[in-house]
């Protein structure tokens, strides 16, 4: 039978004797904090009070609303058994009844007193700016009821967390009472709220997209607490804090170099064990990069919280004040840019929210420097980065060995790549001299193991180019080309998990509810400015170029996921060029980074591409194809003389020059490549692809360079020729390749015909010659005839006079080389006209 009482005990007299005796008492405790003076006096009491307080009147509730339930049941159990009631237990019922209304009525006033206290408290101390609260108290009531309540899980799979009255007013109190704090106290602040971030973030939807995969892992989080308008309001108000403790930690004029020397020397392993800010205050030898290793650990070791933490700074970084409220800053997501705006002001700024704080263009530019010292890796913090002792190197070995520091260096050269794209010159200048400075930190030295340099410096490259491109083109962009490439690869884990690293939150969602799509989108992020996203592309191409190891087997990762890797990785370069080239989306220096990125992918994959053999080619081949494709759509204009045709387009062919001298070489190397030697022989027809043999007869290719041969700028003419060479001995080669292996099965037939001789010799016979060998031979020439059919007027027409010389000279070397193997007459015919 259910118990009739608010409490454990089965005594409803003596449960309300002891809630009035608490309410007598806090009637006292109240009178007695109205007549505290303010000022030390004040803040002395609340250091003891307010979290007995905030702790109170959580408790209070769960005891009032267990006490209504308990009731109910009681009366529900009383009702179905009233005909075995007695008399006498009936009147034992009713004074029953009337001790449970004193109780819920006891239970009403002490909330009422609990709040007017509390709205007392909240009053005076706004109005005592001097006063300092006690926000480790405060904040322990949010971490402790975590810990030992993380195993209990309510109906929608979230974490029972403690009362709402509890955790709201302590956040409000702890937004109050963080301008009050000291850096050292904000830094042993972090790890608790960091915790209490983590289980608000947690994975709470049990639902997901059959087509996202990203649900699996540790970083990937529903959209129900953004749904949720308590949730989402407490996910807000802890960003805020977050951020507020950061900003405080960065700025520490106090704190001379001398000072942490000194305190490091005599405290190398001081660390804060507890969050209460007057254990930080008593350890005044204690520095602050002391203090903040206990949250470097907890950012290493959870990747749930540094990808959440990896995303408030981006946002950070990324915001920029916007003309209208109804306007998102570029870069940010709906929700996103709500969240940052709309947060509470510092104490000193006297401002509202955060957009009047940060409106001017001088404020803002301190806040990014100091967040940019915090994770900055050659200053004191590293944020993102553990220390030599913490990740287990040494003075000789300073790569990170374990997945979390990976990661983080990841994180930290991402965020330091977007701000070298800020429009504010000091940020930008900084933001280049901290990645030189990190880039540059590994000259002259070794990196023992199989790990190479480029991974101790960038970490997961593969995870660190796919934010940099989901940063320049939008996530909702790019949505479509991940779930693409996730479908090749379904079932295989070692493949999965490669193409799942992701360095901030990922979002799942259920696709069959409409609201949680449509929060969904709210949660993506929009695309970066164009001056952003210029030096972001750049440095990805550089990361190509300079990485010959990125996608090789056996040293930095095996076969399927270098696979993985190689197609994730050119999929989504491959579709932020089609993107960034859409009419009117994006500027010419955004697109020049774009097709320096496509150039330097496709030198990386026609080197894995001749590496491998078998099946596991043909993704890589259609990369490289589409990969073709686009560069003839960029260079066919020029092909049919429209950019020149007219003075007034002149500058629109000087803006595109290194666009179109990326497209040029991006041919020559996939030319130069086995690409060239497939089957379907897409490079001759501008990666058009055909299962049909008369693929090689067409010249798409080839007409699409000698027109820009002739139609070209001066200055890239050389390199119009120099794809043409390339793209002849791609022809050379095939050639060479059938009649070696005409040749090949001519001999094959011929000792077979040895060896199965007719007793009839002269039957073999027809009046042409001897039958498969000539059927053979005159196979392939029909296919060189019709190739040479193709080319001739196109030779001849390079061949003009009219033509410039570097036409003429093409023209000349295509006849003596190619036309000259399947067609001696005419290119003779050619070479003497040229002479």
């Given amino acids: ?197 983590a289980s608000i973030l947690r994975p709470t939807n049990n639902t997901k997209n059959d087509d996202d995969d990203d649900a699996t892992t540790s970083s990937s989080i529903g959209v129900l607490h953004f749904m949720d308008p308590s949730r989402k309001m407490r996910h807000d108000q802890t960003w805020h804090l977050i951020f507020r403790c950061l900003e405080s930690i960065s700025h520490n004029p106090t704190e001379t170099a001398a000072a942490r020397r000194a305190a490091s020397s005599s405290n190398d392993d001081a660390t804060s064990s507890s969050t209460d800010a007057a254990s930080a205050e008593t350890s005044s030898s204690v520095s602050i990069p002391s203090l903040i290793n206990k949250t470097k650990q907890m950012i290493a070791q959870s990747s749930l919280i540094s990808a959440a933490l990896f995303d408030l700074f981006v946002d950070v970084f990324l915001y920029t004040p916007v003309t209208t409220s109804t306007t998102v800053t570029p870069g940010l997501s709906p929700i996103g840019y709500q969240r940052l705006v709309s947060g509470s002001a510092s104490q000193k700024s006297g401002a509202k929210n955060f957009r009047e704080e940060f409106v001017t263009r001088m404020s803002l530019r301190e806040l990014k420097l100091k967040l940019l010292d915090l994770i900055a890796p050659c200053r004191r913090f590293a944020l993102f980065m553990l220390d030599k002792q913490q990740s287990g190197g040494s003075d000789d070995d300073d790569n990170a060995n374990d997945v ?50 480029h991974d101790a410096l960038l970490g997961n490259s593969i995870a660190l180019a796919q934010s940099i491109m989901s940063f320049s083109i939008g996530d909702i962009s790019l949505a479509n080309s991940k779930r693409r490439v996730k479908a090749k690869y379904q079932g295989d884990s070692v493949a999965l998990k490669t193409l799942q690293s992701s360095l901030g939150l990922t979002y799942h969602y259920d696709a069959s509810n409409d609201a949680e799509q449509k929060t969904y989108l709210s949660v993506c992020r929009m695309k970066v400015p164009d001056y952003t996203a210029t030096p972001a592309l750049k440095f990805v191409a550089k990361m190509l170029e300079d990485n010959p190891k990125l996608f090789q087997v056996g040293i930095d990762m095996g076969l399927e996921e270098a696979d993985a890797a190689g197609v994730y990785v050119g999929t989504l370069a491959l579709a932020v060029f089609s993107e960034l080239r859409r009419p009117g989306s994006s500027s010419s220096s955004v697109l020049e980074s774009a097709a320096s990125l496509l150039h330097a992918l496709c030198v990386r994959l026609t080197l894995f591409y001749d590496a491998r053999t078998g099946s596991g080619r043909d993704r890589l081949r259609v990369l490289l194809a ?52 497939d089957e379907r022989q897409e490079i001759f027809d501008c990666g058009n692809s055909s299962s049909s043999t008369s693929v090689f007869t067409s010249i798409a290719t080839a007409t699409l360079l000698f027109g820009c041969s002739s139609n070209e700028t001066e200055i890239l003419r050389p390199r119009a020729t120099s794809a043409l060479d390339a793209l002849l001995g791609g022809y050379t080669r095939v050639i060479s390749l059938r009649a070696e292996q005409a040749k090949k099965d001519m001999l094959a037939e011929e000792l077979i015909a040895k060896n199965n001789v007719s007793e009839n010799p002269w039957a073999d016979l027809s009046a ?34 009219s033509q410039p010389k570097s036409s003429r000279l093409a023209a000349a070397r295509w006849s003596h080389e190619l036309l000259s193997h399947i067609d001696a007459p005419n290119a003779y015919h050619l070479l003497c006209f040229l002479s």
């Avoid at 073709?628 to 759509?633: N, T």
């Avoid at 049919?640 to 045709?645: N, P, V, Y």
């Avoid at 020059?657 to 030697?677: H, K, M, P, Q, W």
Wanted: proline share 4%; charged share 25%.
């Fill in 404 to 453: 979390g520091d990976e990661m983080g260096i990841s994180r930290t050269v991402a965020l330091m790549v977007l701000l070298t794209g800020d429009p504010d010159p000091d940020i930008k200048s900084k933001a280049e001299s901290s990645l030189r400075a990190h880039m540059d930190s590994y000259r002259g030295k070794d990196i023992v193991g199989e790990s190479s340099i």
């Fill in 768 to 801: 042409n010659g001897s039958g498969s060998v000539s059927v053979e031979t005159k196979g392939s020439k029909v296919v060189t005839e019709s190739l040479a059919r193709s080319l001739s007027p196109l030779i001849w027409n390079a061949a003009r006079r």
């Fill in 1 to 197: 039978m259910p118990e009739s009482s608010a409490s454990p005990q089965n005594d409803p007299p003596k449960v309300l004797s002891d809630l009035q005796t608490e309410q007598t008492t806090l009637n006292r405790v109240s009178h007695r904090l109205a007549m505290t003076d303010p000022g030390p006096a004040l803040e002395k009491v609340l250091s003891l009070l307010l979290p007995r307080l905030l702790s109170r009147i959580g408790k209070n509730d769960d005891a009032r609303k267990k006490h209504k339930k308990q009731r109910q049941d009681s009366a529900s159990a009383n009702n179905n058994n009233k005909r075995k009631l007695s008399g006498e237990m009936t009147v034992s019922s009713s004074e029953n009844t009337i001790i449970y209304d004193q109780i819920d009525s006891v239970h009403d006033a002490i909330h009422k007193k609990l709040i007017e206290m509390l709205t007392h408290t909240m009053k005076r101390v706004r109005e005592d700016r001097s006063c300092k609260l006690p926000c480790g108290a405060v904040l322990e009531l949010l971490t402790t009821t975590q810990q030992q309540q993380s195993s209990d899980d309510d109906d929608n799979g979230a974490a029972a967390v403690t009362n709402a009255f509890t955790v709201n007013l302590s956040l409000m109190f702890l937004t109050l009472g963080l301008n009050r704090c000291s850096p050292k106290e904000c830094a042993s602040l972090l790890p608790g709220l960091l915790q209490f971030w």
């Fill in 626 to 677: 589409q990969s073709l494709k686009l560069a003839s759509g960029v260079l066919t204009p020029t092909s049919a003389g429209e950019l020149t045709s007219t003075g007034t387009n002149v500058t629109k062919t000087a803006i595109g020059v290194e666009i179109r001298d990326r497209c040029y070489g991006l041919i020559s190397t996939l030319a130069r490549s086995n690409f060239a030697l």
